[in-house]
């Protein structure tokens, strides 16, 4: 059974950086994609980055520059690298996994950016 854990969110203020990290235990390996989603209050989940095998990677526009993916086989973990916050980063981010066609979801993690 695929597990997928999200650790690393919190309460930060604009301008500052926080790294998730999505532990899959070991559950999945060489997966077709990876990557992040967020939801914010009253709004659908959206896009944040996601990477292919590939490795080609999909940004939100609104992220570009800021956030980065990356991934330790070794750990059996991936993270998303959060610099320069801001206020409409908030949401729940979900770490995400596409293997054969089937898709994975973490439970998700709180981000607040705020001053």
């Known amino acids: 059974q695929v597990q997928l854990v999200e650790s690393g969110g919190g309460l930060v203020e604009p301008g500052e950086s926080l790294r998730l990290t999505c532990d899959s235990k070991?559950?999945?390996?060489?997966?077709?994609?990876m990557g992040w989603y967020r939801q914010a209050p009253g709004k659908q989940r959206e896009l944040v980055i996601v990477?292919?095998?590939?490795?080609?990677?999909t940004y939100a526009d609104s992220v570009k520059g800021r956030f980065t993916i990356s991934e330790d086989p070794a750990a059996g973990t991936q993270d998303l690298q959060m610099n320069n916050l801001k206020p409409d980063d908030t949401g729940v981010y979900y770490c995400?996994?596409?293997?054969?066609?089937?898709?994975?979801w973490g439970q998700g993690t709180q981000v607040t950016v705020s001053s």
């Open positions: 995400y996994v596409r293997k054969s066609g089937y898709e994975f």
């Open positions: 990477m292919l095998r590939s490795g080609e990677t």
């Open positions: 070991h559950s999945i390996s060489l997966a077709d994609a």
